[in-house]
C-alpha cells in the first residue's frame, strides 16, 4: 500500500471513530444548551432584581447588602416600618401560590429535585410552561423577602429548555436525560459564575454515592458556554469579595470539627425543612394559599428576631442572604448574630419553600453553613487567639458553606470547587476536603434532594444497565434451582426420549452414565427422525443424536452466563455442574424468580 493510501485511509478510520463521533454530537448539544443556560441566567437574574427593587425596595422600603461583586454594599436601608416587610412576604406568597397551582404545580418547591425526579423517572421530560412559570414564580418568591435561593430555579429553567430542545432535536432517551443533566449544571455553573463546579454538579448532583460520568464532557462544554454568555452581560469578577488569608497544617484539627458540627447542623436542616414540608402537605387547605402562611410565619419569626434580639439577625434570613454572608467573610459580624443568622434560616427557609413557595435550597444552605463556620471561627479565635487569628475566621466561613452543603446535597466535590470559584479563593481546597470529608460521613444517606438515588443501578433511567449488573451478581449458588436432575442414559433409546418427553414437559435432558455428564439431548436434536416409526425409535440410541458438547454451567457461575449459554444452545434448562457430575438443573423461571426478588429486596420497581 503507498503512503498516500496509507495516510487517507488512517484519516478516515480517525473520522469514523465512535469517540470523535461523541464528541461532535455533544459538543453541539453542549453549546447549545450553553447558549440556552446563559440566557436563562441572564432573563431570570435580571426579572430577580428587578423584583428585589420592586417588593423590598419600593413597597417595604428595605434595600438588603449585597455581596463584594454585586454592588457591594455592605449597610442597608430600612425597613421603614416591619409590618411592611410582613406585608410584602405575605404578598409574595400569595402571588406565587396563586401562579404555580393554577399553571403548574411541578414548579413549587426547589426546582432541582423536581429536575432530578424528571432525569429519574420521566425520561428527561419537563413540561415546556415550566421554565417560564419557575422564572416568574421564583422571582416573586425571593424578591420578596422569601428565604430561598436562585440555583433551583435556575436549574430547572435550563433543565427545562433543555428538554425543549430534546423534543425539537428528537433525541433518544438517554441523549434527553443527558442533556437534562447538563442543563442543570449549566444553569448553576452560569448564575454563580462557577463553570466548573456546574460541570461537576451536572454528574453528582443525580446520586447519593455515585456519579453520572457521561455528563462531565458535556457538562464542561456547557458550563463554559454558559459563564460566557452570563459574564459578558454582568461581569466576570466573582461573587463574593474574599480577603487574603493563610492556611497552616496546624488549622486542620478546628476544620475537622467545624465538619462535623456542619454534618450535625446539616442533618437538622434537612429534618426541619422536610418536617415542615410534610405538615404543610397535610394541612386541610387549598395549596394556593399555603405559600402566603408559609410567609407570613416566616415574617413574624424574622420580626420577633428583629425586635428582641438583633436586626442583622432576622434580616440575615430574608432573601438570599448573600449580603449579610459577604458580611461574615470580611469579619463584620459577631458571634452571637451569625449563630441566630443560622438558626433563623433554616426556619424561615424551612416555612418558604416546604410551603410550596418556589426557589432553591443551594444558596440558604450556603448562608446557614457559612454562619455556622463564622460562629465555629469567632468561638475558636476566642478559645485559641494565637492558633486561630482573626483574620484566619474567614476562611472558616468558606469551608462552612462547603461542608454543611456538600455533605447533604451529596455533592461534595462540586461545593468545593464552586465555591473557590465563587470566591476567587483555592487556599480553601486544602481544609474544605478534611471538613466536608467528616461532613459528608456523618450525614450518611440523608440529602435536601429527596429524589436522588443511591447509585446508578438505583435508578430507573440505567434499568438495562442495572439489569446487566444484577445478572452478574447473582450466582447460580444463589438461584433456588432443582436438585432433582431427570436423565437418561447413552443406551436409552429415541422412543425412551419421547416417552419421558410426553411424561414431564421438558424438552431436553441431560445424558448421564455412571454418574458422569456426557451430554444433552433434545427434542430438536431428532427432529430429522421425528416422522419415523415406533420401530425406528427404538433402534435409534441416544447416544447416537445427542450432543457431546460439556453444556451446563457452575455453581459460581453467574446467571448472565446461564442465560448466554442456553440462548446459545436453544435451551430452557441447563445442568448445573461440579466437575464431571450434574447436581440440579436451573430452569429460566428460576432464574427470573431470584431476579424478581432480588429486585423487590432493594427497591427497584421497574418491569423486567
Known sequence: MSPDLGLRKSIKEALEDPNLQYLKKWTILGVTVGVIAGIGAIVFYTLLNLCSTFFLGRLAGYYPPTPGYEGGRLDWIGPHNPMSLLIVMVLGGLLTGLIVYTTAPEAEGHGTDAAIRAFHKEGGKIRARIPIVKTIASAITIGSGGSAGREGPTAQISAGFGSIVADLLRLSHEDRRLALAVGIGAGIGSIFKAPLGGALLAAEILYIRDIEKEAIIPGLIASTIGYAIFCEYFGYEPIFRFPEISIHPIHLPFFVLLGLI????????????????????????????????????????????????????????????????????????????????????????????GSGGSGGVFAPGLVIGGMVGGTVGMAMHTLFPSIITLNVVPAFVAVGMISLFGGISKAPLANMIMICEMTDNYVMIFPAMAAVFVSYAITGNRTIYIEQVETRIDSPAHFPIALRSVLDRIKIKDVPFSEKVVALTPEDTVLDLLELTEKTGFMGYPVIENGIFKGIITLEDISDIISRGRDEYMKIKVRDVMREEIIGVHPYETVRDAILKMDTFNLDRIPVLVRDRVIGIVTRGNILECITEWLEEHEIKQKI
Open 262 to 353: 456542619c454534618g450535625i447542623v446539616g442533618i437538622l436542616y434537612v429534618y426541619v425543612f422536610y418536617k415542615t414540608h410534610d405538615i404543610f402537605k397535610s394541612l386541610p387547605i387549598p395549596d394556593h394559599l399555603k405559600p402566603a402562611i408559609g410567609a407570613a410565619l416566616a415574617g413574624i419569626t424574622i420580626l420577633l428576631v428583629m425586635r428582641f434580639f438583633d436586626p442583622r439577625a432576622g434580616l440575615g434570613a430574608v432573601g438570599m442572604g448573600y449580603g449579610f454572608l459577604q458580611m461574615a467573610m470580611l469579619n463584620m459580624l459577631p458571634l452571637e448574630v451569625m449563630l441566630l443568622i443560622a438558626i433563623v434560616k433554616i426556619i424561615a427557609t424551612s416555612l418558604t419553600i
